[in-house]
């Protein structure tokens, strides 16, 4: 791939409070697991290089602050994004319900053209905590994610590695196939209908 | 070796004689006040807590602990949930390297459940505080620094409004306002580094500066030493310079970073550079005072140093972006009574009020806009239609042929003209 060019893509991964946002990120980037990452405040990124479809991407994953009030500080992070990670914890409601407004917060801070097309991925983490304590059904999240507009949605354990590389992948995917929509609409201001070949793209389902 | 016992014995003279006043202008060396034995004494007394607010916070202490033993901590305070959550995940590094010879042998479960009890205590004893993620590292330290519960209270209640109280204002503004003070004080030493640090927005150092250190810095040695400086100077300012003193005294390995980083992506899209540069602030600290760092008390003992001199050289006042800085905070106002806390809460509400009202405003000058662009189409259109009648209109009249198609037509022209 030497000479190759690289694409860069940025990801935001946003959520409630200790759903395990920094722990799908160094689940996905560094492959371990630990009991003591600290609360994450502001924000700050890792890159993961991968290879989509013999395209060379590095990936920019955004690990966020969950806590409500530093919501507002977004603006200074989410713009650029090629797509947006939205976490829940399986076993809390409140984060599930919450969801809703945190993706209609990025498409308001990250001024977002074309809310409408713009990818998602949602992400119900912690399954491996034992299944009494699960609050959020696989069908309740389906539905929701289907409301959103068919939005790829996966279940994950960041914990047991459970599903992270291919929701991951999904991702990239999709922040691909966005970055390629947006410098296509830079080189060509005019267009109107953008004719993407969907052959190209099959195993993304945004 | 023989300079720290010089030290110690010397400061546990002045504390044995309750010698405030030399406490207080006691000069800063390369130990700060020594040992945790010395801070548990010293720092009630640096922050101010004299006999009489100390007997009134023990009365409020045992009053809130009453209140605790009946509520549940939700009913007890509105941000018991965020704060359970942060306890649970505290206890980490900084209490790894802690010598924390009040807590040897206890489990860190029962350690969970007493910072967790000190963060409510505190937040129910000031009226109109919000927790903020953060303050439990805060917290953290002051539950390790006191052999008892009621000590480690009092200390953080003071901390808390004489140094940490525009972050806890129901929105982040009061903090943003601070941070913007952090690269004017690199712009009056270091203009070129300016220019890179002014690329971004200073969040970079929203963690160190709303956690006094605590969540950047893990070795509670550091951390000590730097609060030593803070409160043997009584001055709330001076964290501000000591996280612009941290970028000035790490510029080189800064520099390094981002030119690597840059380099290795060459053929990456330059307009990511921003995140670039945020992304390498954010880390410099945890990476250059790590737990692995050889000589950091060393470094910590320099960059101090550095942080007087920048005081010195460039007094906030003369900032541009301290005029932003609220009235009530505590860069403003080093009182830390309550009566300046609910200020400060009052200036804040009333800043809330103005950008919802800047927001209602802005959104009816679009309104009307839009009903303004409306209107103009309407006249043009009507204007047009007007013009194309009163032309047709004519010609027919003039060559005879009328219809009642056409009479339609006039009617309409006139009563679109009566209109206008």
Same mark, same amino acid.
């Given at each position: 791939? @030497?000479?190759? $060019?690289?694409?860069?893509?940025?990801?935001?991964?946003?959520?409630?409070?200790?759903?395990?946002?920094?722990?799908?990120?160094?689940?996905?980037?560094?492959?371990?697991?630990?009991?003591?990452? $600290?609360?994450?405040?502001?924000? %700050?990124?890792?890159?993961? %290089?991968?290879?989509?479809?013999?395209?060379?991407?590095?990936?920019?994953?955004? %690990?966020?602050?969950?806590?409500?009030?530093?919501?507002?500080?977004?603006?200074?992070?989410?713009?650029?994004?090629?797509?947006?990670?939205?976490?829940? %914890?399986?076993?809390?409601?409140?984060?599930?319900?919450?969801?809703?407004?945190?993706?209609?917060?990025?498409?308001?801070?990250?001024?977002?053209?074309?809310?409408?097309?713009?990818?998602?991925?949602?992400?119900?983490? $912690?399954?491996?905590?034992?299944?009494?304590?699960?609050?959020?059904?696989? $069908?309740? @999240?389906?539905?929701?994610?289907?409301?959103?507009?068919?939005?790829?949605?996966?279940?994950?354990?960041?914990?047991?590695?459970?599903?992270?590389?291919?929701?991951?992948?999904?991702?990239?995917?999709?922040?691909?196939?966005?970055?390629?929509?947006?410098?296509?609409?830079?080189?060509?201001?005019?267009?109107?209908?953008?004719?993407?070949?969907?052959?190209?793209?099959?195993?993304?389902?945004? | 070796?023989?300079?720290?016992?010089?030290?110690?014995?010397?400061?546990?003279?002045?504390?044995?004689?309750?010698? +405030?006043? !030399?406490?207080?202008?006691?000069?800063?060396?390369?130990?700060?006040?020594?040992? *945790?034995?010395?801070?548990?004494?010293?720092?009630?007394?640096?922050?101010?807590?004299?006999?009489?607010?100390?007997?009134?916070?023990?009365?409020?202490?045992?009053?809130?602990?009453?209140?605790?033993?009946?509520? *549940?901590?939700?009913?007890?305070?509105?941000?018991? *949930?965020?704060?359970?959550?942060?306890?649970?995940?505290? /206890?980490?590094?900084?209490?790894?390297?802690?010598?924390?010879?009040?807590? #040897?042998?206890?489990?860190?479960?029962?350690? #969970?459940?007493?910072?967790?009890?000190?963060?409510?205590?505190?937040?129910?004893?000031?009226?109109?505080?919000?927790?903020?993620?953060?303050?439990?590292?805060?917290?953290?330290?002051?539950? &390790?620094?006191?052999?008892?519960?009621?000590?480690?209270?009092?200390? &953080?209640?003071?901390?808390?409004?004489?140094?940490?109280?525009?972050?806890?204002?129901?929105?982040?503004?009061?903090?943003?306002?601070?941070?913007?003070?952090?690269?004017? +004080?690199?712009?009056?030493?270091?203009?070129?580094?300016?220019?890179?640090?002014?690329?971004?927005?200073?969040?970079?150092?929203?963690?160190?500066?709303?956690?006094? /250190?605590?969540?950047?810095?893990?070795?509670?040695?550091?951390?000590?030493?730097?609060?030593?400086?803070?409160?043997?100077?009584?001055?709330?300012?001076?964290? +501000?310079?000591?996280?612009?003193?941290?970028?000035?005294?790490?510029?080189?390995? +800064?520099?390094?970073? &981002?030119?690597?980083?840059?380099?290795?992506?060459?053929?990456?899209?330059?307009?990511? *550079?921003?995140?670039?540069?945020?992304?390498?602030?954010?880390?410099?600290?945890?990476?250059?005072?790590?737990?692995?760092?050889?000589?950091?008390?060393?470094?910590?003992?320099?960059?101090?140093?550095?942080?007087?001199?920048? !005081?010195?050289?460039?007094?906030?006042?003369?900032? #541009?972006?301290?005029?932003?800085?609220?009235?009530?905070? /505590?860069?403003?106002?080093?009182?830390?009574?309550?009566?300046?806390?609910?200020?400060?809460?009052?200036?804040?509400?009333?800043?809330?009020?103005?950008?919802?009202?800047? =927001?209602?405003?802005?959104? &009816?000058?679009?309104?009307?806009?839009?009903?303004?662009?409306?209107?103009? =189409?309407?006249?043009?259109?009507?204007?047009?239609?007007?013009?194309?009648?009163?032309?047709?209109?004519?010609?027919?009249?003039?060559?005879?042929?009328?219809?009642? /198609?056409? #009479?339609?037509?006039?009617?309409?022209?006139?009563?679109?003209?009566?209109?206008?």
């Amino acid at each position: 791939m @030497a000479g190759q $060019k690289k694409t860069l893509l940025k990801v935001i991964i946003l959520g409630d409070t200790e759903v395990g946002k920094t722990s799908l990120m160094q689940q996905f980037i560094n492959g371990k697991f630990s009991q003591q990452y $600290k609360a994450t405040i502001g924000a %700050d990124f890792l890159p993961k %290089d991968m290879i989509i479809d013999d395209k060379n991407i590095t990936m920019q994953i955004w %690990d966020t602050a969950g806590q409500e009030r530093f919501q507002s500080l977004g603006v200074a992070f989410y713009r650029g994004s090629d797509c947006c990670v939205l976490v829940y %914890d399986v076993t809390n409601l409140k984060s599930f319900e919450n969801l809703t407004s945190w993706r209609d917060e990025f498409l308001i801070q990250a001024n977002i053209k074309d809310p409408d097309n713009f990818p998602f991925i949602i992400i119900g983490n $912690k399954i491996d905590l034992e299944e009494g304590k699960r609050l959020i059904s696989t $069908k309740k @999240a389906q539905a929701l994610s289907n409301s959103l507009g068919n939005l790829p949605y996966f279940e994950t354990s960041a914990k047991e590695s459970v599903n992270i590389d291919q929701a991951f992948e999904v991702v990239a995917r999709c922040a691909l196939k966005q970055e390629e929509i947006m410098e296509f609409n830079d080189d060509y201001t005019d267009a109107v209908n953008i004719n993407v070949d969907d052959d190209n793209y099959n195993n993304c389902a945004c | 070796m023989t300079i720290g016992i010089d030290v110690r014995n010397e400061l546990l003279m002045i504390l044995d004689a309750n010698d +405030i006043v !030399r406490l207080k202008n006691y000069p800063y060396n390369d130990q700060g006040l020594v040992n *945790d034995e010395i801070r548990e004494r010293a720092w009630p007394i640096l922050l101010g807590i004299n006999r009489f607010l100390d007997s009134y916070l023990n009365e409020l202490y045992k009053q809130n602990v009453i209140d605790w033993m009946q509520l *549940d901590p939700y009913t007890f305070h509105k941000d018991a *949930d965020q704060v359970q959550k942060d306890v649970d995940r505290s /206890f980490n590094t900084l209490y790894n390297t802690s010598s924390c010879y009040h807590d #040897k042998g206890k489990s860190v479960e029962d350690l #969970k459940k007493r910072l967790f009890k000190l963060i409510m205590l505190v937040l129910k004893a000031i009226p109109q505080s919000n927790y903020y993620q953060g303050y439990h590292d805060v917290a953290l330290m002051a539950l &390790l620094h006191f052999s008892d519960d009621c000590s480690s209270f009092k200390f &953080l209640y003071m901390l808390t409004l004489k140094y940490l109280r525009d972050h806890m204002m129901s929105g982040i503004h009061p903090t943003i306002v601070q941070l913007n003070l952090i690269p004017d +004080i690199i712009k009056q030493i270091d203009f070129q580094f300016y220019l890179t640090v002014q690329r971004v927005n200073p969040i970079y150092a929203l963690s160190s500066i709303i956690s006094l /250190f605590t969540h950047e810095i893990e070795n509670y040695q550091d951390v000590s030493i730097i609060w030593d400086s803070i409160f043997l100077n009584d001055d709330p300012q001076l964290p +501000i310079y000591l996280y612009a003193a941290l970028l000035i005294y790490y510029k080189e390995d +800064i520099i390094m970073d &981002l030119t690597e980083i840059c380099d290795s992506s060459g053929e990456i899209n330059f307009d990511f *550079d921003v995140d670039i540069v945020h992304s390498v602030l954010s880390k410099f600290i945890k990476k250059n005072l790590s737990i692995n760092s050889i000589d950091s008390k060393h470094e910590v003992y320099k960059i101090i140093q550095l942080s007087f001199n920048l !005081r010195k050289s460039v007094p906030m006042s003369s900032l #541009k972006s301290f005029k932003h800085i609220y009235k009530n905070s /505590f860069l403003k106002c080093t009182s830390g009574s309550l009566t300046v806390f609910q200020s400060l809460a009052d200036e804040y509400h009333r800043y809330e009020m103005k950008q919802l009202r800047k =927001k209602k405003h802005g959104a &009816l000058i679009k309104r009307n806009k839009n009903n303004m662009i409306s209107l103009l =189409k309407i006249s043009a259109g009507v204007g047009i239609l007007g013009i194309i009648l009163h032309v047709t209109f004519k010609q027919p009249t003039r060559f005879g042929i009328e219809s009642n /198609f056409a #009479k339609a037509y006039i009617n309409l022209y006139q009563s679109i003209r009566e209109y206008i």
